[in-house]
Nanobody, 120 residues
C-alpha cells in the first residue's frame, strides 16, 4: 500500500482526533510528508507538513490546534487535531513530496482518505 490514512470520525466541536497514515518507504523515506484536506466544493489544501528532519509547517487555519509528527522507523505520519471546529470537516489525505519542490507535486496516489466530521 502506498498510502493509507485512518483515524477520522465524527466529533463535536472542541473535540480531538488523531489521524494516522502508513506510507511506503519509497514515498516516506527522506521526503516531506503532508496532511491535506478537501471539503465539499473546495479545492484540496495542505494542512500541515513535516520534513524528514522534523521541521513542521502549518496552515494558518490550524496553527496552534494541530500537531504533525512522524515515525521515521515505521514510515508513519500522524496528525493530532485538537479544538476541532465545524470548518475542519473534510476528507483528510496524506501524501509525500520532495521538500525542495512544491507540496502540490505529490509522490503517491491520493487514495480514499479519512473523513473528519465536526458537529457544532
Amino acid at each position: 500500500v502506498q498510502l493509507q490514512a485512518c483515524g477520522g470520525g465524527l466529533v463535536q466541536a472542541g473535540g480531538s482526533l488523531r489521524l494516522s497514515c502508513a506510507a511506503s518507504g519509497s514515498i516516506f523515506r527522506l521526503n516531506a510528508m503532508g496532511w491535506y484536506r478537501q471539503a465539499p466544493g473546495k479545492q484540496r489544501e495542505l494542512v500541515a507538513s513535516i520534513t524528514s528532519g522534523g521541521s513542521a509547517y502549518y496552515a494558518d487555519s490550524v496553527k496552534g490546534r494541530f500537531t504533525i509528527s512522524r515515525d521515521n522507523a515505521k514510515n508513519w505520519v500522524y496528525l493530532q487535531m485538537n479544538s476541532l471546529k465545524p470548518e475542519d470537516t473534510a476528507v483528510y489525505y496524506c501524501n509525500g513530496y520532495r521538500a525542495a519542490y512544491s507540496s502540490s507535486w505529490v509522490l503517491g496516489s491520493w487514495g480514499q482518505g479519512t473523513q473528519v466530521t465536526v458537529s457544532s
